[in-house]
């Protein structure tokens, strides 16, 4: 079974066994152990698995890591866990912050069973960085994201490797985070310097909050284009003909029936799910059913094969993906969103048809 087999039978427990984990204890034999174990360590062997491992600090006597990963008989990774229900913050860094200087390892895991933060010391050598170079999602991942967890695996684990691209991860990470902010919420420095570039006069205040909407409107309109793009080219690459209903474009106020509306952002919303699930199938086979409660996609226009929900009714936006026909409602701030979900709007494909 490869890594990403391991993970996804790890993640498809997790939402069924959550609510039954109240403490960190439980956390770390239900989510994180398993996880180790994904990665090819024996959990119950201590040449390769120390739990409770002692890390004195300074004064401080009786420090401990909860597990210590140990390959040839070196130290290659502390993991510090916490409950399931904690949301991890810097002070659980600081714990591992000071398991870090007193030992060889140049990796650190800070994890509540659900998201894997790794840190390392590129900034200062023997000294763990203050934010971590690559944060692993188990219930919400991207297929690069598996390749670079590959890299802490026991058959493929090279401190060298990981250095390589530690640095790069970092930065990346960092980018896209500010990047995701400023276009769902530009800041003053952001919509200036777009202003600076198409505005004559002086940039007053009163410019900015003019140019405020106009970057934001901006933005919608340069994602949904890239959208459609790579609709098109999937479309063309499936060697079909765009139909009426591919293209469909509705006004936002036009009833179609029962007092249902099918609004704009629906429609993208849409194409962005079949410019996901052409990488698998013939999107010719999805198509949208609108109702007066959510916008539902289905395979073969059955009632009986969802593909993913749109509750897009309200001014918070929901994805509904689904897991054995049992739905799931996510958060989503934009449309685009929606491809962070690609992996699990594909998978929904699998279970009808496994072949």
């Not at 994890?111 to 933060?117: A, D, E, K, L, S």
């Not at 970092?170 to 990047?179: C, D, E, F, H, Q």
Request: glycine share 4%.
């Amino acid at each position: 079974m490869d890594l990403i087999d391991r993970i996804k039978d790890l993640a498809s427990r997790i939402p069924k066994q959550m609510d039954f984990i109240n403490t960190e204890e439980a956390t770390k034999n239900a989510f994180i152990m398993p996880f180790i174990g994904a990665l090819g360590y024996d959990v119950f062997n201590p040449l390769e698995v120390i739990p409770e491992y002692t890390a004195d600090v300074g004064k401080k006597k009786g420090e401990k890591v909860d597990y210590v990963i140990k390959k040839d008989d070196s130290i290659i990774m502390l993991i510090e866990c916490k409950w399931s229900g904690v949301e991890l913050n810097n002070e659980h860094a600081s714990q591992l912050y000071r398991y870090f200087s007193v030992t060889e390892a140049r990796f650190a895991i800070l994890t509540n069973g659900v998201i894997y933060r790794f840190y390392s010391d590129l900034d200062d050598k023997n000294k763990m960085d203050s934010k971590p170079f690559f944060e692993f999602n188990i219930l919400h991942f991207e297929d690069h994201q598996i390749e670079e967890l590959k890299k802490f695996t026991k058959s493929s684990f090279s401190l060298e490797d990981i250095l390589t691209t530690a640095s790069t991860l970092k930065y990346t990470g960092a980018i896209k985070k500010i990047l995701d902010e400023e276009l769902k919420n530009p800041s003053e420095a952001f919509v200036r310097f777009f202003a600076g570039q198409i505005y004559d006069g002086r940039i007053t205040q009163q410019v900015l909050e003019q140019f405020t909407p106009i970057v934001k409107e901006a933005r919608k309109q340069f994602i949904n284009e890239r959208v459609n793009e790579r609709l098109k080219s999937a479309l063309s690459a499936n060697d079909s003909e765009p139909t009426s209903n591919e293209e469909e474009t509705i006004d936002e106020s036009e009833p179609i029936k029962d007092g249902i509306v099918t609004t704009q952002d629906e429609i993208d919303g849409y194409n962005v799910v079949k410019a996901i699930l052409s990488e698998v199938m013939d999107v010719k086979r999805v198509t949208m059913r609108d109702t007066k409660s959510y916008c539902g996609i289905l395979l073969d226009d059955n009632n009986r094969k969802p593909i993913c929900r749109l509750h897009f009714n309200y001014n918070q936006k929901y994805i509904g993906v689904f897991k054995e026909k049992n739905e799931e409602r996510i958060e989503i701030e934009q449309i685009d969103d929606i491809f962070k979900y690609s992996n699990r709007i594909k998978e929904i494909i699998s279970e009808y048809e496994p072949n």
